[in-house]
């Protein structure tokens, strides 16, 4: 071979060289959720993000894409799947009309406390491990809710209070219950809040101090009313193909991170609680426990709701209810 091939030929082994380095270097992921930095949510994600890109020594990077800055958080799971971005945080709750199972915990009384939350979970992962893996998924992380109540202008003194009240509510079941109580309960994504008070759409909020501060609800109302009721979750879900795609070493790090993230989240729900409580009231929030007849009522609702869930559930999820009631005794 002559001197100029020889040289042609390096140059152009340079080239392809200097062409594949950086896409072997490193594998960039687009994560979407819908939450602002202040969540504990995303103060999970970011750690987690953080973690993988640490062990992995940069060969995995994840651009998240926060408060539905790229993607509105109920469009965010057919998002994954379809591999528009590889990983997201979702809502389970807002899944209801896909899958009964996505309902359970979003009934009142199903899930009460962190702890049960926890065994929910447990009795549910086997059947979600099948059911997002047939659709081309995988949850790598749940994340249970601080306990809800009600936001209101003025304070709750009984069940009468609630009658007629314009309550934005967020999935089928507090839907449900919402219309059950005697409110007008309105759907609406968590971004649209403050739109909705600005425009007379919504008058009182159903969710948690959590969402109260994300949304600065000191804004627009002045009385948080708890009532615990529920820990429904959040999971992070990726795309299959994608979590296949990386190096084996690679795959089990976000896998580990992901189960550390979903043990990390549960502390942070329960400090987040208290935490936002405690910046409610900072704020002129005034916060009361709900009187008996709305825990009541709530608890009726309740047991109706499980009562009709049970006519619709299939056999597996009737099996998966049964597993979580068998870890309380």
Not at 304 to 320: C, I, L, Y
């Amino acid at each position: 071979m002559s001197l100029k091939s020889l040289l042609r030929a390096a140059a152009l082994a340079s080239a392809t060289l200097a062409l594949a380095g950086p896409a072997l270097a490193a594998t960039q992921w687009t994560m979407a959720s819908g939450y602002p930095e202040t969540s504990f949510f995303t103060k999970n994600i970011r750690q987690f993000i953080a973690a993988v890109e640490e062990r992995t020594k940069g060969e995995l990077k994840i651009d998240l894409r926060s408060h539905d800055s790229l993607i509105k958080l109920d469009n965010i799971k057919r998002a994954v799947q379809s591999g528009q971005v590889q990983i997201g945080e979702i809502r389970m709750g807002v899944y209801g009309n896909e899958q009964e199972m996505f309902n359970l915990d979003n009934i009142p009384g199903v899930v009460p406390t962190f702890d049960k939350s926890w065994k929910l979970m447990e009795a549910q992962k086997p059947f979600y491990d099948e059911w997002f893996g047939r659709n081309g998924m995988r949850v790598i992380t749940y994340v249970a809710w601080p306990g809800q109540g009600f936001f209101t202008a003025e304070p709750i003194n009984s069940l009468d209070d609630l009658k007629g009240v314009k309550l934005r509510i967020y999935s089928q079941q507090t839907q449900v219950m919402g219309e059950k109580l005697g409110t007008q309960a309105i759907i609406l994504p968590f971004a649209e809040v403050p739109q909705a008070f600005a425009t007379g759409m919504i008058e009182a909020l159903w969710t948690s101090a959590q969402s109260g501060t994300d949304v600065q609800v000191w804004d627009y109302l002045d009385v948080f009313t708890y009532t615990g009721t529920m820990h429904n979750k959040n999971a992070v879900i990726v795309n299959e193909r994608a979590l296949r795609a990386l190096p084996e070493d690679i795959r089990a790090i976000v896998l580990e991170e992901g189960e550390a993230a979903t043990a990390r989240g549960w502390e942070l729900a329960k400090a987040a609680s208290e935490e936002r409580e405690n910046v409610l009231k900072e704020h002129g929030i005034t916060i009361n426990q709900a009187p008996q007849d709305v825990l009541d009522r709530i608890d009726e609702i309740g047991k109706e709701m499980v009562a009709d869930w049970m006519t619709r559930a299939s056999d597996a999820e009737k099996a998966v209810y049964e597993a979580y009631q068998a870890s309380l005794d």
